[in-house]
């Protein structure tokens, strides 16, 4: 099952999605995606994809009696999406003072494939250490840059 409800904040508007522990992502990101630029959407999905199926897998076990939830919202700006589970939270296996935009993984207790996907699609990318929150940002001002995935 998918909610959707938005969540109005001060001068803007944060919209949220929750749904039960699955690898079925499809309809939530197209529904994550809908006001992204059309041109942005492989790359987005890519990112997204990533987090979800960690949280969902990770970070629930794939519990069905667990859900994930979505916090996002949108500008002409910037996108920013919250994504929390309700699993034991997050460390990373490294003390990940290396810069994961630099170091790609070839060894599984390195950072991993994941963070450094994640840093390479999105703009922002914050956890704290044992959260189970993670955010992203994307900022479509960027005119340097054309999207990685097409």
């Not at 170091?103 to 704290?128: A, S, T």
């Amino acid at each position: 099952m998918i909610a959707i409800s938005p969540r109005p904040t001060v001068g803007r508007t944060w919209n949220t999605i929750s749904f039960a522990s699955t690898l079925y992502l499809c309809p939530i990101l197209d529904l994550l995606l809908a006001e992204i630029p059309r041109q942005w959407h492989a790359e987005i999905r890519l990112g997204l994809q990533e987090a979800l199926v960690n949280a969902a897998k990770h970070g629930n076990q794939l519990d069905p009696s667990k859900t994930v939830v979505v916090r996002f919202y949108a500008s002409s700006e910037e996108y920013w999406w919250v994504i929390s589970d309700q699993g034991n939270g997050f460390t990373c296996a490294c003390a990940c003072n290396d810069n994961p935009r630099e170091k790609i993984p070839h060894e599984e207790g390195e950072c991993g494939r994941g963070l450094f996907i994640l840093h390479q699609i999105f703009d922002r990318v914050d956890w704290n250490d044992n959260t189970r929150e993670l955010k992203l940002c994307k900022h479509f001002n960027n005119t340097y840059r054309l999207p990685l995935v097409q």
